[in-house]
């Protein structure tokens, strides 16, 4: 061991491991758990977890929150594994917004403050601050969880109060927050509209907005581009009813949308469309 590149340990052998197993490692030495804190390595790790037939599934409960793996090489039961919160917060009062590389970006109910945590390593910081940014209100806000170009992590956070509307971006390297300029002339920070959560796509965050009435209409999807720090407006794909609702997927780096047509008591189709240059392209019917 001696003789191995500390690099080649870490990410070509350490970096390769289950989770469970990584949290063991940040024992071995304080270098080894710094190492394991950077971002250089949680996006190694991820980077395998994501090619490697066992997968994680986090659920919250009513009093806990568990981590169960799923193999769809061999499929099997294995006892879930609690997660151990080091943040005062019941489950039930915990609203998980986004999560990226091993992170997760949560809402506390109880103060309406934004935390992003890592359950693996139990790491967390509060995004909060006296200049009221960092607060979320989960019947009008939207977010995103995004890495930029100088491989900086983001928090894209959609405030919306009183008819207006503020974008704020909050840097976990600079460790502070920014605003940016949303599109001007539209009217999307008004309560009628809702934002979905953010879908994130090849080097963009995505957004459906739908007015109240949902008909189709009134659907839009908004684009964040995550280098520039710019946004821009999609058409929604080309349905037209009464009744419409779109949900967005990233399937291989690919924007999908399911749009469904119809109410929530009878849906009469479903079609998968595909995103392809700032076009939609309609696919299957499920």
């Not at 390593?121 to 995004?146: E, H, I, M, P, R």
């Amino acid at each position: 061991m001696s003789c191995l590149p500390f690099l080649l340990v870490m990410l070509d052998i350490i970096a390769r491991l289950p989770p469970k197993n990584v949290a063991h490692c940040k024992l071995v030495c304080k270098e080894w758990l710094d190492f394991i804190l950077d971002r250089k390595f949680v996006r190694a790790h991820c980077h395998y977890m994501r090619a490697s037939a066992d997968k994680k599934l986090l659920m919250v409960g009513w009093k806990t929150i568990e981590v169960h793996s799923l193999n769809y090489k061999s499929p099997g039961f294995i006892l879930p594994r609690g997660v151990t919160r080091p943040f005062y917060a019941h489950p039930s009062r915990m609203f998980f917004l986004a999560s990226l590389d091993g992170m997760l970006c949560v809402c506390l109910q109880n103060t309406c403050e934004l935390v992003v945590w890592n359950p693996l390593t139990t790491k967390f910081k509060k995004l909060a601050n006296s200049n009221s940014q960092g607060f979320y209100k989960v019947d009008s806000d939207a977010l995103g969880f995004f890495v930029d170009s100088s491989d900086d992590y983001n928090i894209l956070h959609i405030k919306r109060r009183r008819c207006t509307m503020t974008v704020y971006i909050y840097s976990m390297e600079l460790n502070s927050w920014s605003t940016v300029r949303f599109l001007k002339h539209l009217p999307y920070h008004h309560y009628t509209y809702l934002w979905s959560p953010a879908t994130l796509c090849g080097g963009g965050l995505y957004f459906v907005v739908t007015q109240c009435h949902g008909r189709s209409d009134g659907l839009t999807v908004i684009r964040f581009d995550v280098n520039s720090k710019s946004f821009s407006e999609l058409c929604f794909p080309n349905v037209y009813d009464d009744e419409v609702s779109g949900s967005l997927v990233n399937i291989n780096e690919e924007l999908h949308m399911c749009v469904c047509i119809g109410n929530y008591d009878y849906r009469r189709e479903i079609v998968l469309w595909r995103l392809k240059n700032k076009s939609w392209m309609k696919g299957h019917v499920l």
